[in-house]
């Protein structure tokens, strides 16, 4: 059975900060996607990525496969109130559909 | 346009009893999931629904737990004899197709008192 872990667990920080969080695994990765969730709703998918290195970016965000397609992370560059939420790694691996195994994900707080 | 729609939002029952929750998909998605996260914690999957296919129930957590979908529309999650540890919020996701972006609804939060 596949693990995710994330780390940190809790991460509060204030406005303008950077901050990096991260998502190993215990086996390799099918395709790693992360979410962003707020109280009260759904989980929001951020990125989807498949190539060990790869690099993405979105605005402030900066998303980053490792070369062995084990681990993960994700770097927030000045962070906003607008940030805070919960950040979800997950894998779609060994089915032919998009069965995910998410991580326990990380809790972020960014203080005006 | 109408996403992912669950009901009912809250629901609080006493240990025992039978609860059923309501998932609306986005209208042409083919295939739906259930998920379960506890409080503070991941998402567990629970079943998925792909069309007319035979769903894979694999994560279901026990024989008191079930599920239907008639076609490519509603699906019911049915809790019976609910115990505490059932507690959590039920999320419900739909996609185009397996392997196509989930979309999720803002789930139901269930309080076994």
């Known amino acids: 059975t596949q693990l995710l872990e994330q780390s940190p667990q809790f991460l509060s920080i204030q406005e303008g900060e950077n901050l990096t969080v991260y998502c190993n695994s215990s086996s390799v990765f099918s395709s790693l996607q992360w979410y962003r969730q707020e109280p009260g709703e759904g989980p929001v998918l951020l990125v989807t990525v498949v190539t060990g290195g790869e690099v993405k970016k979105l605005k402030r965000l900066t998303f980053q496969f490792g070369d062995a397609r084990k681990d993960s992370s994700l770097h927030i560059t000045a962070a906003q109130p607008g940030d805070t939420g919960l950040y979800l790694c997950a894998d779609a691996g060994g089915t032919s559909y998009g069965k995910l195994t998410f991580g326990q994900g990380t809790i972020l707080t960014v203080h005006p | 346009g109408a996403g992912v729609s669950q009901s009912p939002s809250n629901k609080v029952t006493e240990k025992g009893k039978d609860v059923e929750l309501r998932c609306d998909p986005i209208s042409g998605h083919t295939a739906l999931y259930w998920y379960r996260q506890r409080l503070g914690q991941g998402l567990e999957f629970l079943i998925y629904?792909?069309?007319?296919?035979?769903?894979?129930k694999s994560g279901l957590p026990s024989d008191r737990f079930s599920a239907e979908r008639t076609g490519e529309s509603v699906s019911t999650l049915t809790i019976q004899r609910t115990q505490q540890e059932d507690s959590a919020v039920y999320l419900c996701a739909s996609s185009l197709a397996g392997l196509r972006a989930q979309h999720f609804g803002d789930g139901t939060r269930l309080s076994i008192l």
């Open positions: 629904f792909q069309g007319n296919s035979a769903p894979d």
